[in-house]
């Protein structure tokens, strides 16, 4: 059973505008929400992350939103350059879990 | 530099036999896993540990055995009873402390193919 999806997945974005990238959670449990970004052959990366205490963290050109009523968060890259496309997965995790619960990812493709 | 090593990059295994990937750390984590990738899907936990001597199950450990002698290295053996071995395995650690599952560093991974 996933409990955490991105049901986009892939996305192409022109170059220099908006991207963004979509996760639901199922299991109300979650209250710590991450995002990593992987390139082919190569580890994941860690890129931002959110408590659910807040709603909302920035980092740079990224940041990320959380709904918890809507068990939602997303990933807003602006301004999206070449060198962002990758794979782009989305974690969550709660107190007491041994491990992060990965979505499938989406594939980002900038276009120059 | 600090970080996590796998190796090898690449690995091909024939039918019936017991293949083991290494991953080893400096970074001084306490705690460590073992993920696998497999195409359009995301990351499922074969095997973790938190501390040297100790391992648990993850969701899919059938078929995968591990060891945690050392701090700095869990290797993974893919045993001849997991019949689809092929697949991204990934290497991660993370620091033990109030979480130990936030931020996890990975490796640059190992790529499993069966002959």
């Given at each position: 059973?996933?409990?955490?999806k991105?049901?986009?997945?892939?996305?192409?974005?022109?170059e220099?505008?908006?991207?963004?990238?979509?996760?639901?959670?199922?299991?109300s449990?979650?209250?710590y929400?991450?995002?990593y970004?992987?390139?082919?052959?190569?580890g994941?990366?860690?890129?931002?992350?959110?408590s659910s205490?807040?709603?909302?963290?920035?980092?740079?050109?990224?940041t990320?939103?959380?709904?918890?009523s809507?068990?939602?968060?997303?990933?807003?890259?602006v301004p999206?350059?070449?060198?962002?496309?990758?794979?782009?997965?989305c974690a969550?995790t709660?107190?007491?879990?041994?491990n992060?619960?990965?979505?499938?990812?989406?594939?980002?493709?900038v276009i120059p | 530099d600090?970080?996590?090593t796998?190796s090898?990059k690449?690995?091909?295994?024939?039918?019936?036999?017991?293949?083991?990937?290494s991953c080893?750390?400096n970074l001084?984590h306490?705690?460590?896993?073992?993920?696998r990738?497999?195409?359009?899907?995301?990351?499922r936990?074969?095997?973790?540990?938190?501390i040297?001597?100790?391992f648990?199950?993850?969701?899919?450990?059938?078929?995968?055995s591990?060891?945690?002698?050392?701090k700095?290295?869990?290797?993974?053996?893919v045993?001849?009873?997991?019949?689809?071995?092929?697949?991204?395995y990934?290497?991660?650690?993370?620091?033990?402390?109030?979480r130990?599952?936030?931020?996890?560093?990975?490796?640059?991974?190992?790529?499993?193919?069966?002959?």
């Amino acid at each position: 059973d996933q409990q955490v999806k991105q049901n986009s997945p892939s996305l192409s974005v022109q170059e220099g505008r908006i991207s963004i990238l979509n996760c639901d959670y199922t299991n109300s449990m979650f209250d710590y929400f991450l995002w990593y970004k992987k390139y082919p052959a190569e580890g994941p990366t860690f890129l931002i992350s959110i408590s659910s205490i807040k709603d909302k963290n920035e980092d740079g050109r990224f940041t990320v939103f959380l709904n918890k009523s809507a068990k939602h968060l997303s990933l807003h890259i602006v301004p999206s350059q070449p060198g962002d496309s990758a794979v782009y997965f989305c974690a969550a995790t709660f107190r007491g879990a041994n491990n992060l619960f990965f979505g499938t990812g989406t594939r980002l493709t900038v276009i120059p | 530099d600090g970080g996590i090593t796998q190796s090898p990059k690449y690995l091909f295994r024939k039918e019936g036999q017991n293949v083991t990937l290494s991953c080893e750390q400096n970074l001084n984590h306490d705690a460590m896993y073992w993920y696998r990738q497999d195409p359009g899907q995301g990351l499922r936990l074969i095997y973790y540990s938190q501390i040297v001597n100790d391992f648990q199950k993850g969701d899919i450990a059938e078929g995968y055995s591990v060891s945690r002698e050392k701090k700095e290295s869990f290797p993974l053996t893919v045993t001849s009873a997991q019949k689809n071995p092929t697949a991204f395995y990934l290497c991660a650690s993370s620091m033990q402390g109030r979480r130990t599952n936030e931020k996890l560093f990975f490796g640059s991974g190992t790529q499993l193919s069966v002959l």
